[in-house]
């Protein structure tokens, strides 16, 4: 019983520690504000830009999702379709291995020709950025699945649609769920890049405001806010993988 509470408020202290430590450190080696601010400067800025750090946060929460949702519903079905026949997997892969190369920042100037400064090169961007680890999974799902189960349900008259809805597809999900995690906080680096580049809204312009003003503890706050965002939704990605697939985990697994 210890052991578990201990665990539970482990990320809790460990977090307080660092905080701890840090405002320590600035404070003894006399470190300048505009060089690392300590952690009591960082909250001071959250208390005099409450209102554009609220505001700009939901904005990018509001592209990242809206991205991110894009990936998901158009990475799991390219992730079916390229997993359907080896003949796809061999021709598409290789495009999707030599798009997910191209540096996303890259791209957004040409978004920005496309579309324009503001919200849809930031979902856009995040899109991109994040729909190619459901892509991988997915189709890894579906390769898995053996040889001989197959044969035998084709013996038994099943077709290809059938094995690809009663076994492929329920196999795929512990894959799925699982490059959520990895999809949401890419598509939050997504959002990020583009603000910085090509909107007038979002966390990425504030801190890019912030840095042309010298606003030090105004860029690290704006760096809390994305890491508090990212952490919320990965653990929100975790919790729909535990209450989907749990059936797939092992019994027992992170528990002493």
């Known amino acids: 019983m210890k052991q578990s509470l201990l665990i539970r408020l482990s990320p809790w202290l460990f977090t307080v520690g660092l905080f701890v430590v840090w405002e320590a450190a600035v404070y003894i080696l006399k470190i300048p504000v505009f060089f690392l601010p300590p952690p009591t400067a960082i909250?001071?800025?959250?208390?005099?830009?409450?209102?554009?750090?609220?505001?700009?946060?939901?904005?990018?929460?509001?592209?990242?999702?809206?991205?991110?949702?894009?990936?998901?519903?158009?990475?799991?079905?390219?992730?079916?379709?390229?997993?359907?026949?080896?003949?796809?997997?061999?021709?598409?892969?290789?495009?999707?291995?030599?798009?997910?190369?191209?540096?996303?920042?890259?791209?957004?100037?040409?978004?920005?020709?496309?579309?324009?400064?503001?919200?849809?090169?930031a979902v856009l961007t995040a899109f991109l950025i994040s729909?190619?680890?459901?892509?991988?999974?997915?189709?890894?799902?579906?390769?898995?699945?053996?040889?001989?189960?197959?044969?035998?349900?084709k013996a038994l008259g099943a077709s290809k649609l059938d094995i690809m809805r009663k076994v492929g597809i329920p196999r795929t999900l512990p894959y799925f769920f699982?490059?959520?995690?990895?999809?949401?906080?890419?598509?939050?680096?997504?959002?990020?890049?583009?603000e910085s580049v090509?909107?007038?809204?979002?966390?990425?312009n504030l801190m890019l405001q912030a840095q042309a003003q010298f606003q030090v503890p105004l860029i690290f706050a704006g760096l809390v806010v994305l890491a508090i965002e990212g952490i919320a939704m990965y653990a929100a990605m975790a919790f729909l993988e535990k209450r989907m697939t749990g059936w797939a985990q092992r019994s027992g697994f992170g528990q002493n």
Do not use: H
């Not at 390229?82 to 100037?109: D, H, Q, T």
């Not at 799902?141 to 040889?147: D, S, V």
């Not at 090509?198 to 990425?204: E, F, K, P, Q, V």
């Open 43 to 121: 909250a001071q800025a959250f208390v005099d830009y409450s209102g554009p750090i609220i505001r700009n946060s939901w904005i990018t929460l509001e592209t990242t999702m809206i991205g991110f949702g894009l990936a998901v519903g158009f990475g799991m079905l390219l992730g079916l379709l390229v997993g359907w026949s080896r003949a796809i997997y061999a021709g598409l892969y290789p495009l999707m291995i030599g798009f997910n190369a191209i540096p996303k920042v890259a791209v957004v100037p040409i978004l920005v020709l496309w579309f324009g400064i503001g919200f849809i090169p």
């Open 131 to 153: 729909f190619f680890p459901i892509v991988v999974n997915v189709a890894t799902g579906l390769a898995t699945i053996e040889p001989e189960l197959e044969d035998v349900l």
């Open 178 to 194: 699982g490059s959520l995690k990895i999809a949401i906080t890419l598509a939050f680096v997504g959002s990020v890049i583009s």
């Open 198 to 204: 090509a909107s007038n809204y979002g966390i990425g």
